[in-house]
């Protein structure tokens, strides 16, 4: 720039010294000629000047890219720093939800039959004569209805993720979800397994403000030949399996099906893809191992040799994708679980508390004070085994119809080995799916099925339906539901909703509603033989027995 500036002003100086030596060698007329070679040196001062504010202008303009070529520099240098720098990439998901619930139809003992039996001393030899000396009316269960006009919910989750490699990397996932003024964490038993603070809900269900390890694992690559394979450890992602990727507005949320386990719990996988070797687009097949149960660490009878040990509980199983073609899958899950125990290490405030007095009796105790109490396991009970085949698709390619449908038929099977020791379960002869000391094999299945439909403004409308059989039984006792688990329920769910995009899918409303019809009790609970709600007596509904539940929500989720 400076270069231009000099040619310029060298050029200017030629140009006046050769209009002096015209003026020179032309003496006539030299005033006129004066006149005009001053106008003349004028303009060429003038166009000097407007070349040199020009210049200056490009000058200011080449400075200007220059400072923005460097800042860019400078921004990409953070950007690769950020990159090579940083290991665990973070997401975030927070959820504001409310539930307008309306149970009908409850039953229960009446009081005069429970508090006749709090303070008293007896076998279960002695209980028909109790129930002679009482009025015929107490072994009809009373029946009323209760609300719950609004509970407001927040749900939190932090998503971590680390890759080494291609052959590793990590993923993670903390979670804490608690109901709007309350944060104990504990709440007040009424007879099902949602009610008692366990290792497999704990961050599934509200449970306080407490930030809980809901994932952890690491996965391993590695190819042998043409078949790639996974090996993992950790806590694993046993929740919001498929298909409730629908009802979620999500990707699939968790490995087993949801239709037999949604649960949280510890252990490995190793997953052998198979497409390549068969031909059969998305063929994999993994294999799983869990524990349930930690019997030798920390409860009241780990080191006590008067007492039976509770062996560990351990279930493995597995997961074959027999087809999927991105518009289409077959999936099939199986799991075994041996010598399963008559419930879970847990927290619960118990209405009261049955104590076994060792010589044939049992002594009943009102919990007046609320106290929390740790449930621990007394019994291996028996086996349990389940699977389930679900088939996806798409409709859009066939039939030009943004609709997408599911179907799931499942089974369970449990074998019966011992009667609980538990003195509430073993006053009432109790095990795994049978009362009254019977020890009878139980099979049960459960359908369940969806379409969801494209709408208008990008939102997605969901219809689904389940029905579990008498003596159904599955692990989903962590499902997201502030009633129950819908796929546990024995007895029909209908449920609707409407997904609907705000800030493309980073930030939705959902409306919907669910609504439950229970036809036997102990939906979700191995324990006790399942009754017909509408044949029930006095004696089944010491806890109180819901038939029939209505829930409406409506949440906004926050997913980046």
Not at 313 to 331: K, M, Q
Request: aromatic fraction near 12%.
């Amino acid at each position: 720039m400076n270069a231009a500036r000099g040619a310029i002003r060298t050029a200017g100086i030629i140009g006046l010294a050769c209009l002096l030596c015209f003026a020179v060698s032309n003496p006539v007329s030299a005033q006129d000629e004066v006149q005009q070679l001053k106008q003349q040196i004028e303009q060429m001062a003038r166009e000097m000047q407007a070349v040199q504010e020009k210049l200056a202008e490009m000058e200011k303009k080449n400075e200007s890219k220059e400072e923005e070529v460097e800042e860019m520099n400078n921004r990409l240098d953070k950007a690769e720093l950020h990159a090579a720098t940083d290991k665990v990439a973070f997401g975030i998901e927070f959820r504001s939800r409310g539930d307008t619930l309306s149970y009908s139809d409850i039953q229960a003992a009446p009081r005069m039959l429970t508090s006749g039996l709090i303070g008293q001393t007896l076998s279960p030899a002695d209980l028909p004569g109790i129930l002679a000396t009482m009025p015929p009316g107490v072994m009809v269960p009373d029946k009323y209805d209760a609300t719950n006009d609004i509970i407001l919910t927040n749900k939190f989750r932090l998503t971590m993720k680390a890759k080494v490699n291609d052959q590793l990397n990590f993923d993670g996932r903390l979670a804490a979800y608690k109901v709007f003024g309350d944060s104990s964490g504990v709440k007040f038993n009424q007879g099902s397994l949602n009610d008692v603070t366990l290792d497999g809900n704990i961050s599934s269900l509200p449970h306080g403000d407490t930030i809980r390890l809901e994932r952890a694992y690491f996965n391993y690559k590695k190819d042998w030949g043409r078949v790639p394979t996974n090996f993992s450890v950790g806590r694993r992602p046993g929740t919001d399996g498929p298909p409730m990727e629908y009802m979620n507005y999500s990707l699939e949320g968790g490995s087993p099906l949801a239709t037999i386990i949604n649960w949280q719990f510890d252990g490995a996988s190793y997953n052998l893809g198979l497409e390549e070797v068969t031909g059969i687009p998305g063929a994999a097949f993994k294999i799983c191992y869990g524990q349930g149960f930690e019997g030798d660490w920390g409860n009241s009878y780990a080191l006590n040799a008067r007492q039976p040990a509770v062996d560990d509980v351990h279930f493995g199983g597995f997961i074959a994708t027999l087809f999927d073609n991105d518009s289409t899958s077959v999936v099939l899950n199986y799991a075994h679980a041996w010598d399963i125990t008559d419930g879970f290490t847990g927290l619960s405030v118990m209405p009261f508390i049955v104590s076994d007095n060792g010589d044939g009796t049992f002594t009943f105790s009102q919990n007046e004070g609320g106290y929390i109490t740790r449930l621990e396991p007394y019994t291996e009970i028996g086996d349990w085994d389940a699977a389930s085949l679900l088939l996806r698709t798409k409709l859009i390619e066939r039939f030009d119809k943004d609709i997408d449908l599911f179907v799931a038929g499942s089974w369970s099977h449990t074998s019966p080995s011992r009667t609980s020791e538990n003195p509430f379960y073993k006053f009432m002869g109790q095990g795994l799916l049978n009362s009254n000391g019977e020890l009878e094999d139980r099979d049960g299945y459960m359908i369940y099925l969806g379409a969801i439909f494209a709408m208008p403004w990008d939102a997605r409308f969901g219809l689904e339906y389940n029905y579990g059989s008498r003596y159904w039984f599955n692990f989903s006792g962590a499902e997201d539901s502030v009633v129950a688990s819908k796929l546990a329920v024995r007895g029909h769910v209908y449920e609707g909703y409407w997904h609907q995009p705000i800030v493309n899918d980073n930030f939705f409303a959902t409306i919907g509603v669910r609504y439950y019809d229970y036809e036997y009790t102990g939906s979700g609970s191995p324990m006790g033989e399942p009754m017909k709600i509408s044949e029930l007596s006095s004696l089944d509904a010491f806890n109180p027995v819901v038939d029939k539940v209505m829930d409406g929500y409506i949440s906004l989720t926050f997913r980046y």
